[in-house]
């Protein structure tokens, strides 16, 4: 007994599922390459950029050991758009005349610091963490001191870069 055309695929069939199968694959090996280059500044490291922060001689005036919050702006490429990030700096300069650049980013969670003079200490409103004007911990949940942010003196100019000296991620912030 013989199959009926009706039971087994005819092979107009076999030939649609085949230059459908055919189509999908080159279809596929094409996108992926244009989605690729449409997403991939969504993917993209942020880039290391420098900003001016302020003359190397105003800022060996500030008094050791009182913090002074600088505001800086790097302007960075994001995805398609390029974009102005404000951020703080805490310039403290210690008894010796050296100057420290730290994030005034708790780095427990991220939460902005308060300065408390009359305490001597920074603290962070969101779970109570506490750092001495040098930035090493002395109370409350943050696993690390303070972040520092790269710079450098060019031209009697502090440049600082956004990016951390001991960032784990080692990015640009």
């Known amino acids: 007994m013989t199959k009926s ?12 599922v085949v230059i459908g199968l055919i189509s999908a694959v080159i279809g596929v090996a094409v ?5 690729g280059e449409i997403l991939s500044p969504l993917f993209k490291k942020r880039d290391i950029v420098w900003a001016e922060l302020g003359k190397i001689d105003d800022l060996k005036k500030i008094e050791p050991l009182t913090p002074k919050f600088v505001p800086v702006y790097f302007r960075v490429k994001e995805g398609w758009t390029i974009n102005t990030l404000p951020r703080q700096v805490v310039v403290v300069k210690d008894i010796t005349g050296k100057l420290y650049f730290f994030s005034n980013q708790c780095t427990h969670l991220g939460c902005p610091l308060h ?7 920074f ?3 969101c779970h109570g963490g506490m750092f001495n004007v040098l930035g090493k911990v002395v109370g409350g949940p ?12 060019n031209s009697g100019k502090v440049l600082i870069q956004n990016k951390f000296i001991d960032n784990p991620k080692d ?3």
């Open 171 to 173: 990015r640009g912030i």
């Open 123 to 125: 603290l962070c409103p």
């Open 5 to 16: 055309s009706e039971d087994s695929p005819s092979r107009r069939t076999f030939m649609t």
């Open 31 to 35: 996108a992926i390459p244009i989605l």
């Open 142 to 153: 943050p696993p690390r001191p303070l972040y520092q942010w790269v710079h450098k003196v």
């Open 115 to 121: 300065w408390i003079a009359a305490r001597q200490k």
